[in-house]
T-cell receptor
Framework: GQNIDQPTEMTATEGAIVQINCTYQ??????LFWYQQHAGEAPTFLSY????GLEEKGRFSSFLSRSKGYSYLLLKELQMKDSASYLC????????????FGAGTRLFVKA | DTEVTQTPKHLVMGMTNKKSLKCEQH?????MYWYKQKAKKPPELMFV???????INESVPSRFSPECPNSSLLNLHLHALQPEDSALYLC???????????????FGPGTRLTVL
């Protein structure tokens, strides 16, 4: 089966850096996604990792270690608008290519 | 056009009603998805269509009936729903189901469904 764990909530200060961790267990790993979801809105794609290492995209970076079943999303120069839920999602190729979402981490950015 | 549209935005229905949710995309994507999302929970996969054929049904009750009339449209027909089916229903699309490249999902804004 699949299991995805991430912290429920985090709080950080405007201008700071925050790291949101995700650990996963899956039998047919085929890529890891991070999505951002503001309250009442649809998730939007942030990043994708399928090989080990760091992917950087502006203020957002995502890291993957397949051997450890571990990823993190790094947000730099935090802004108030970054207050949202961050969903770690794993694509699994057993029984069809499904993307399974973690419960999400609610990030609160304070002034 | 990188947009997935969904109608209606809000829907209130009784347990004996029949209604349909609609989803449309014009990105040429060949995989389309229905998710159910309860408050403060992650999206839960319901159905996946690949090249207009049902590829995955996550043991969804038969009161939910998906339909993919063509490559741009995805419907979810609702009949005899229960109050616990009240949720945000999200449609998404991606290039296809295959492993190559990002193949990230683009989500529509969702339909907020209330079953009385």
């Amino acid at each position: 089966g699949q299991n995805i764990d991430q912290p429920t909530e985090m709080t950080a200060t405007e201008g700071a850096i925050v790291q949101i961790n995700c650990t996963y267990q899956t039998s047919g790993f085929n890529g890891l996604f991070w999505y951002q979801q503001h309250a009442g809105e649809a998730p939007t794609f942030l990043s994708y990792n399928v090989l080990d290492g760091l992917e950087e995209k502006g203020r957002f970076s995502s890291f993957l270690s397949r051997s450890k079943g571990y990823s993190y999303l790094l947000l730099k120069e935090l802004q108030m608008k970054d207050s949202a839920s961050y969903l770690c999602a794993v694509r699994d190729n057993t029984g069809g290519f499904k993307t399974i979402f973690g419960a999400g981490t609610r990030l609160f950015v304070k002034a | 056009d990188t947009e997935v549209t969904q109608t209606p935005k809000h829907l209130v229905m009784g347990m004996t009603n029949k209604k349909s949710l609609k989803c449309e995309q014009h990105m040429g994507h060949r995989a389309m998805y229905w998710y159910k999302q309860k408050a403060k929970k992650p999206p839960e996969l319901m159905f996946v269509y690949s090249y207009e054929k049902l590829s995955i049904n996550e043991s969804v009750p038969s009161r939910f009936s998906p339909e993919c009339p063509n490559s741009s449209l995805l419907n979810l027909h609702l009949h005899a729903l229960q109050p616990e089916d009240s949720a945000l229903y999200l449609c998404a699309s991606s290039q296809d189901l295959l492993a190559g490249g990002h193949n990230e999902q683009f989500f529509g804004p969702g339909t907020r469904l209330t079953v009385l």
